[in-house]
């Protein structure tokens, strides 16, 4: 089913900015690169939040290949945030950025944040990208972190995104939408579940938003016109999580 559509990026004649946002765990790019840049090109994203970008060999390299092939530049991240990239398009000003590598449980992944402020339209936003652990506890650990880093940013407006290991029902979840707006459970579109691909059954990532954010639409893409079936199976073994959202005028 071809879902309705989703607002384009504009600036309204109020002042208030509509932007897209999506957030796409990649697998390192070990899959079908063309068809993931197909896919995020197909989305028109003002900024991504990517999960597992590449983090070794040439890494540099392939996430300026991705940002090329779709129209984007690097913002931050990528392996000196232990996974997790930002990508933007030319409308998004960049203030500042940093990434976070978090505590490393041994035996356990490292994880970390790949975190922003940019300016649209001349207001500000702060962007993180997060991937949380696999383990129960790790993962809440880091969900506080993620909401302390949100706290520490100084802006107003922010967005988060990533991939929680976690579903609606878990802690970690459950923490982060108490604190931000699930924008899927907000204002659904498309399609929930994002793993795995071939068989998806379950939501296990997703944008979040501050309240001051305005949520017009949040859901797998599926159906949007450019976004095959086929791409989306080989490009990577997560489904990406598209939205748009309204970010208010910047005051007076």
Known sequence: MVPTPLPDSRTEPDGSAVIRVLSYNIRSMRDDCEALAR?????APDLVL???A????????????LAARTDLVVL????????????C??????????DVLLPLTP??????????????AGTRIGLLSFHLSLQRDERLAQTEMLLERLDEMGVE???????????PTGDAFRRLAGRLQDCWAVRPWGEEHTYSPDDPRRRI??????EGIEVLGCGVPAGLPGVTEADLRAATDHLPVLAALRVPAIRP
């Open 54 to 65: 590449p983090r070794f060999f040439r890494w540099r390299k392939r996430a300026a290949w």
């Open 157 to 167: 407006h922010a967005i988060a995104a990533g991939d929680l290991n976690d579903v």
């Open 50 to 52: 990517v999960q597992e």
């Open 205 to 210: 990532d997703a944008i979040f938003a501050t």
């Open 76 to 87: 931050g991240g990528g392996a000196t945030a232990a996974g997790p990239l930002l990508l």
């Open 39 to 43: 896919v995020i090109t197909a989305c």
């Open 107 to 120: 035996g356990l992944h490292r994880r970390g944040f790949a975190t922003s402020v940019v300016r649209i």
């Open 89 to 98: 398009s030319l409308r998004a000003t960049v203030e500042r950025t940093q």
